[in-house]
């Protein structure tokens, strides 16, 4: 199947800072990419959906100045949670479609 | 509302029985189902899905499914389970439209398998 790679795996950053994190399609290009987060214990839910070369679409709730989402390529999105907060910690997953979503090995993202 | 229903939070079975995980989902148009697994701190593997066709899945793992349009349901079986099948796994419908790449999710269901 269609391999994405997401990183960092894991990521600890101070209050206040910003933190980018990637997801590449490896062997497929990828207009579409989806981010997803997810709290302990607690199911996926979509953020935002990223598109190549335009903006990104992003989910009710969802602070569009907080989580950046750019899509400069046909096999790479980033998505950069700006001004973190501990309550920002999470677990950040993306996807990207190829024939189904194929997702990354997510990003633990612990804010202190 | 578009939504995805695993009715089990938690379920135990003892090495080599057999499995079944439910799910149920609500959504307007032709769903795309899948199945995930996800192991602790890791991504999400792709188990199997249904788009058309027969609607008895096989998948990997030795995971099969089958959608049941008249009861909305897509459930998850496995004839003996292994005790590396211990994990979460997850249900997901998607929209016809995008082929499945923008997702719904259950709750999820954790397995645990006893020897």
């Known amino acids: 199947g269609a391999v994405v790679s997401q990183h960092p795996s894991w990521v600890i950053c101070k209050s206040g800072t910003s933190v980018k994190i990637e997801c590449r399609s490896l062997?497929?290009?990828?207009?579409?990419m989806f981010w997803y987060r997810q709290f302990p214990k607690q199911s996926l839910m979509l953020m935002a959906t990223?598109?190549?070369?335009?903006?990104?679409?992003?989910e009710q709730g969802v602070e569009k100045d907080k989580f950046l989402i750019n899509h400069a390529s046909l096999t790479l999105s980033t998505l950069t949670v700006t001004s973190a907060h501990p309550e920002d910690s999470s677990f950040y997953i993306c996807?990207?479609?190829?024939?189904?979503?194929?997702f990354g090995q997510g990003t633990r993202l612990t804010v202190v | 509302a578009q939504s995805v229903t695993q009715p089990d939070i938690h379920i135990t079975v003892s090495e080599g029985a057999s499995l079944e995980l439910r799910c149920n989902y609500s959504?307007?148009?032709?769903?795309?189902l899948f199945w995930y697994v996800q192991s602790p701190g890791q991504g999400l593997q792709l188990l199997l899905k249904?788009?058309?066709?027969?609607?008895l899945v096989q998948g990997i793992k030795g995971f099969e499914a089958e959608f049941k349009r008249s009861q909305s349901s897509f459930n998850l079986r496995k004839p003996s389970v292994h005790w590396s099948d211990a994990a979460e796994y997850f249900c997901?419908?998607?929209?016809?439209?995008?082929?499945?790449?923008?997702?719904?999710f259950g709750q999820g269901t954790e397995l645990s398998v006893k020897p």
């Open positions: 996807s990207a479609e190829a024939g189904g979503a194929f």
């Open positions: 062997d497929f290009q990828a207009t579409t």
């Open positions: 990223s598109n190549e070369g335009s903006k990104a679409t992003y």
């Open positions: 959504y307007g148009a032709t769903p795309y």
């Open positions: 249904y788009f058309s066709g027969d609607t």
């Open positions: 997901a419908v998607g929209s016809t439209y995008n082929q499945g790449g923008k997702l719904i």
